[in-house]
């Protein structure tokens, strides 16, 4: 079946730090989302992607439809402590009804 | 309501009994979702429900698994006969229709089979 990967699984920064991360798959999605989960609680939408080659911000968070539509990759910049979490994407293909999630990043920042 | 609902938040239960679990999704949204998220993992897939469509059960893990969406509202995932590799977090989700805008997932229902 479908798959993503992430990567990297965890990382610890700085406050003040960018962060990247990225999410491929060995299928073609027609849709990505950027999900945040915090502890005991459950994921919440950050942003969504609907065309190749989109780029897309919220706030401090950028994301990217990667143009082979196999991946996205996820920007925060000037981290803060409430950034902590993890970080899922999601890809939906042409005919899938339902979202394929990754396995997260598990982000953790150092004041 | 104004966000998707479940209940409970926490379950503890024995090996061997089954378990409900309840999901009320934000009103209006036609499709719900169950996922299920196991310690550290990511999200896997469980069961779809479309309006008054069959649900796409393609992701139920065994026959010990079940759901029914009653009155195109309130969902319940029932586990018969849980095992403790069913200890997991399991996620609700709902949408407007379809999966295309994304979903907004509850907060989840932390089972724990001991």
């Known amino acids: 079946g479908q798959q993503l990967n992430q990567s990297p699984q965890s990382m610890f920064i700085q406050e003040g730090e960018d962060v990247s991360m990225n999410c491929t798959s060995s299928s073609i999605f027609n849709t990505w989302l950027w999900y945040k989960q915090d502890p005991g609680e459950g994921p919440v939408l950050l942003i969504a992607l609907y065309k190749a080659g989109e780029l897309t911000s919220n706030g401090r968070l950028t994301a990217q439809f990667g143009i082979t539509r196999k991946d996205s990759f996820l920007n925060i910049s000037a981290s803060i402590p409430s950034d902590v979490g993890i970080y899922f994407c999601a890809g939906l293909s042409n005919y899938g009804q339902n979202f394929v999630f990754g396995p997260g990043t598990r982000l953790s920042v150092l004041p | 309501g104004a966000g998707v609902s479940q209940s409970p938040s926490n379950k503890v239960t024995e090996k061997g009994k089954d378990v409900e679990l309840r999901c009320d999704p934000i009103?209006?949204?036609?499709?719900l979702y169950w996922y299920r998220q196991s310690l550290g993992q990511g999200l896997e897939f469980l069961i779809y429900?479309?309006?008054?469509?069959?649900?796409?059960k393609s992701g139920l893990p065994s026959d010990r698994f079940s759901a029914e969406r009653t009155g195109g509202s309130v969902s319940t995932l029932t586990i018969q006969r849980t095992q403790q590799e069913d200890s997991a977090v399991y996620l609700c989700a709902s949408s407007l229709q379809g999966a295309g805008g994304g979903y907004t997932f509850g907060s989840g229902t932390r089972l724990t089979v001991v």
């Open positions: 429900f479309q309006g008054n469509s069959a649900p796409d």
């Open positions: 009103s209006g949204h036609t499709a």
